[in-house]
């Protein structure tokens, strides 16, 4: 599991430019700069009760997929949740592929979706 990310991993001389930057750094600059961004951030996922982060990639969940019009992190609550508020919402703050991937709420971590069946925390790609 990969809790820190050197900026410069000399081992592998791999430059990590992104390194220090928060989730809020990230969309703070795709907003400024007009970075488009997946297509799959600009839905909700409304919920009347949770659903476990391993049964959310099933079919035919107990949710209402709802367009947002924008990335969910320039949308209210209000907006997320809608009229009447949902209890639970979910968002898509990382995307892998449909077997590893799952949305999240959106306080969680945007790892906390990956590979939620899996005993693993990196595709594989950043552990060689």
């Known amino acids: ?13 791999t430059l990590n430019p992104l390194a220090g930057w928060s989730w809020s750094d990230i969309i703070a600059y795709a ?3 007009g970075v488009p961004v997946n297509e799959g951030h600009n839905f909700a996922y409304r919920a009347q009760a949770p659903i476990e982060a391993t ?9 209402e ?18 009229s009447p508020a949902a209890p639970i919402t ?6 892998g592929d449909i077997h590893t991937t799952v949305p999240v709420e959106p306080h969680e971590s945007e790892r906390a ?6 005993a ?9």
């Open 1 to 13: 599991q990969r809790i820190s990310l050197d900026l410069w991993e000399d081992g592998k001389r």
């Open 55 to 63: 049964k959310r990639h099933l079919p035919n969940l107990p949710w």
């Open 113 to 118: 979706g990956r590979f939620v069946r899996q």
């Open 120 to 128: 693993k925390t990196e595709c594989g790609i950043h552990t060689r």
């Open 65 to 82: 997929k709802v367009p947002l019009g924008k990335p969910f992190w320039q949308c209210t609550e209000k907006e997320l949740k809608g």
């Open 90 to 95: 979910y968002v898509f703050k990382s995307f």
């Open 31 to 33: 907003d400024a700069k």
